[in-house]
């Protein structure tokens, strides 16, 4: 039995901070941002629009393009860094605002990797039997935890959402398989350092900027070409494919360079690779869901091609999952 994802939607917020703008806040350029990520500009959520609003939008539209009733749903995966608040979860509060029935309802914390983590943990949960309609979210209000005075990090990222209604029957692309893991030895590669139980927030935690995210840029850069490129090539193995039978590859939307030097090590075409990244920046967890439905608006996949949705990030965290069209 083969997962199906019915429908998929998408959602960022209407302002757009692009590379020009940013330069007058910190000290940035359009040039060292265009030329060291990919990235023009990102979209910035409204102060009042929390990520819960963010999936909202994408998981209403993901509902209509799979033509079903919210009744229907009887599962709700939300992956997020940024959730509204740190209990109940944002899955919960989503579930109250969509109008869903009383279904099981979690958060899951994987980073990037977070929406096909979820991806993998859906098809299992359909799998099992006893669940038959799972609404997955990746969404993401990165802004809420950027140092906007840290030029290395705060022109990497984006909010926005993507959802997807995954079913184990009818039409659209299947899930073939999936391979997630993680290295969890050096977590302050890319991290929060306060706001949880080893570092509650206090005077010092907010003066020394300790709820912002902090990031080794040159070591996840590394670690993030490594790891897509091992889950790609595990993924197809244990699926019996080589990569010169992928037709589409959807990447993390984190850094071209970060792209590029993935397809060189897999000898996979780069223009087989979907980017988005340069409107968008990282939408950490939303990314792939956001870059995968601005795919299909474009009509760029075909019935019965190969491809590989792949992603990677704090933790360190990876995931790849392999879809049939
Ligand atoms: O979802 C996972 C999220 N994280 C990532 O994907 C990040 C992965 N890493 C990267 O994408 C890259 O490492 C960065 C884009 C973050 C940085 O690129 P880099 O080529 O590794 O640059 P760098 O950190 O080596 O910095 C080079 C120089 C430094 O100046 P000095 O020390 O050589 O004088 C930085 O201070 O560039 C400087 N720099 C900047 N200059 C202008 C760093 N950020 C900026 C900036 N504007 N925004």
New binding site residues.
């Given amino acids: 039995m083969k997962s199906v994802l019915r429908g998929i939607g998408s959602y960022v917020p209407d302002k757009i901070l692009d590379n020009h703008e940013l330069s007058l806040r ?4 359009d040039e ?2 265009r030329t ?2 990919g990235i023009i500009e990102r979209r910035i959520a409204a102060p009042e629009q929390s990520t819960s609003e963010l999936a909202r939008i994408a998981a209403q539209k993901a509902i209509n393009s799979a033509k079903i009733k919210p009744e229907q749903i009887d599962l709700v995966i939300v992956a997020t860094i940024t959730p509204d608040m740190a209990f109940p979860s944002t899955a919960c509060i989503l579930q109250h605002q969509l109008g869903l029935g009383k279904v099981a309802c979690f958060d899951l914390e994987a ?2 990797s977070g929406f096909l983590y979820s991806l993998d943990v859906a098809d299992g949960m359909l799998a099992s039997g006893r669940y038959k309609c799972a609404l997955v979210i990746g969404a993401e209000k990165m802004s809420s935890i950027l140092d906007w005075e840290d ?2 990090t705060c ?2 990222f984006g909010d926005g959402a993507g959802a997807a209604i995954v079913m184990t029957d009818g039409e659209g692309p299947h899930l073939m398989g999936f391979r997630s893991g993680a290295d969890g030895s050096n977590p302050s590669l ?1 991290h929060q350092p306060a706001g949880g139980s080893k570092m509650p927030a206090s005077i010092s935690s907010v003066e020394n900027r300790e709820h912002f995210l902090k ?1 080794n ?2 070591e ?2 590394k670690s ?1 070409v490594r790891v897509m490129e091992k889950a790609t090539r595990e993924l197809l193995e244990a699926n019996g494919l080589r990569t010169k039978q992928v037709d589409h590859v959807i990447p ?1 939307q ?2 071209f ?2 792209v590029e030097s993935m397809a060189q090590r897999l000898e996979i075409p780069i223009e087989k690779f979907f980017c988005n990244l340069e409107l968008h920046g ?1 939408t ?1 967890a939303a990314s792939i869901p956001i870059a995968f439905d601005e795919a299909c608006q474009k009509g760029i996949f075909r019935k019965g091609e190969m491809g590989v949705l792949v992603a ?3 933790g360190l965290t990876w995931s790849a999952t392999l879809v049939r069209f």
Avoid: P, Q
């Fill in positions: 910190v000290d940035t350029s060292w941002i060291r990520t980073a990037c030029r290395k022109v990497l890319l990031m840029g040159k996840i850069f993030a993390h984190a850094n360079r970060i990282n950490s990677f990030g704090a």
